[in-house]
């Protein structure tokens, strides 16, 4: 097993520096508080080779121990171990040279110890809710057959006529290219006509499907700063959330926002998902909330089934939750 490389060692401040010293640290070193870590940002002069040195034996993610920075830098004599974890590492090492001299820049990192509590009467971090609404288009493809109905009119596909025609092509291939078909009893064949004939001549030509984009509707809310009875996701916490889940319903809570783009629209909810994230704070947490609903043009399509996508006692139940009654 190789021999893991030794720690590399900050140059100390001395009273009195020597002709032999390479390197010694400048006065104008930067400390950082923030919320969950304290910065060094350490800087060093010196010969041009040692202070390149310097900077490169601290690459990025060298652990470096809160005491040996303590005891070689007196300003940081009084930095608060307790509150501070015993060891942090370099973010950050750069080097910069002119003819002459080298200037090394090593950051580095302390975190602090466990998260911020205001049980002694601080103030509690700002409760807050954010709203963001977005949309992208989603191509969807439908068989040509989705234009067939009942044929009632000229302008209208009949199904029926449509469907035993396209049999002709395993049976009467003669028929299949004249549009017509032979009706089960026999006797005359059947010419297709209007709007069935028409998508006919599309049928035959090779095409077999129709493309529509159909907007999906986001909305995020994002929870800052919500309080738990405890430190963990708890139900506290989760009731909190004013969205619910409403999972595969028809909803037309996106018709506040987007009726003017998207008007004559029906809606139904696809998704719901909930991310809790710790914050800094005892006991305090963000949640971002994602729900997604799929549009679709009532004047082409038509509303989403109310048999199947319906409220309840108006939607159908599947056989099995039939069968347990």
């Avoid at 920075?69 to 750069?94: C, H, R």
């Avoid at 807050?128 to 191509?139: H, P």
């Amino acid at each position: 097993m190789p021999t893991p490389a030794p720690t590399p060692a900050l140059p100390a401040d001395k009273d009195t520096y020597a002709a032999t010293d390479k390197v010694i640290r400048q006065t104008d070193c930067q400390y950082g508080f923030g919320k969950e870590a304290v910065t060094l940002n350490l800087k060093f002069l010196g010969d041009t080779a040692q202070a390149v040195g310097l900077a490169a034996s601290f690459r990025t993610g060298t652990r470096v121990k809160l005491t040996d920075v303590k005891s070689k830098f007196g300003e940081l004599s009084g930095l608060d171990a307790s509150a501070i974890e015993a060891s942090g590492k370099v973010t950050a090492s750069t080097a910069a040279t002119k003819q002459g001299s080298g200037a090394a820049t090593i950051a580095v990192q302390f975190p602090y110890k466990g998260k911020v509590s205001i049980a002694g009467g601080g103030d509690a971090p700002e409760e807050r809710k954010v709203v963001v609404w977005s949309e992208k288009s989603t191509d969807y493809e439908f068989p040509l057959e989705i234009y067939a109905g009942e044929g009632e009119s000229a302008t209208d596909v009949n199904a029926g006529d449509l469907e035993a025609w396209k049999q002709e092509k395993t049976r009467d291939i003669g028929n299949y290219r004249n549009f017509c078909y032979t009706p089960p009893d026999g006797g005359t064949p059947v010419e297709l006509e209007g709007h069935t004939l028409e998508l006919a001549k599309k049928i035959y030509k090779g095409i077999e499907s129709v493309k529509r984009a159909y907007p999906e509707v986001i909305r995020v809310s994002y929870y800052y700063n919500y309080k738990a009875d405890k430190d963990e996701v708890d139900a506290t916490l989760l009731g909190q959330i004013d969205e619910t889940p409403d999972l595969y319903y028809i909803d037309s809570t996106p018709d506040s926002v987007w009726s003017d783009k998207f008007d004559g629209f029906s809606w139904l909810k696809v998704s719901f998902d909930v991310d809790p994230q710790p914050t800094e704070y005892d006991s305090y947490w963000n949640m971002t909330v994602t729900e997604t609903w799929i549009g679709i043009d009532t004047n082409e399509k038509g509303e989403w089934d109310e048999d199947l996508y319906g409220a309840d006692g108006t939607r159908w139940k599947f056989a099995t939750a039939e069968e347990g009654e």
